[in-house]
């Protein structure tokens, strides 16, 4: 297992920023696609974003699209979600995610890794 750490979360206002990070530690996982899912309580686990091994392909969910941006730096083997104009619907734990493939990362279902998740809450 490789451990994911997610970092970043707290309380903020609707419309304020929040910025999480997500470190991989043990070992590298910079030919990884990795990803960002968030879940409330009594719902699925849904995607939010990913973002290839390289950086230079992203894809988002329709909910967050324009809003929130993913970006990596492998040399520090960490991914970043950026989000900007929170809605308190964004209320949610985020979970950092890697697999082998570009596919499997926008699943929930097989992910190779998982994060324990970190709470960001959206206050009207």
């Known amino acids: 297992q490789v451990p994911l750490v997610e970092s970043g979360g707290g309380l903020v206002q609707a419309g304020g920023s929040l910025r999480l990070s997500c470190a991989a530690s043990?070992?590298?996982?910079?030919?990884?696609?990795m990803g960002w899912f968030r879940q409330v309580p009594g719902k699925e686990r849904e995607f939010v974003a990913a973002i290839d091994w390289s950086g230079g392909t992203t894809r988002y969910a329709d909910s967050v699209k324009g809003r929130f941006t993913i970006s990596r730096d492998n040399f520090k083997s960490t991914v970043t979600l950026q989000m900007n104009s929170l809605k308190p619907e964004d209320t949610a734990v985020y979970y950092c995610?890697?697999?082998?493939?570009?596919?499997?990362?926008?699943?929930?279902?097989?992910?190779?890794?998982w994060g324990k998740g970190t709470l960001v809450t959206v206050s009207t």
């Open positions: 043990g070992r590298s996982l910079s030919n990884y696609p």
């Open positions: 995610a890697a697999d082998r493939t570009w596919g499997g990362v926008q699943i929930r279902s097989g992910m190779d890794y």
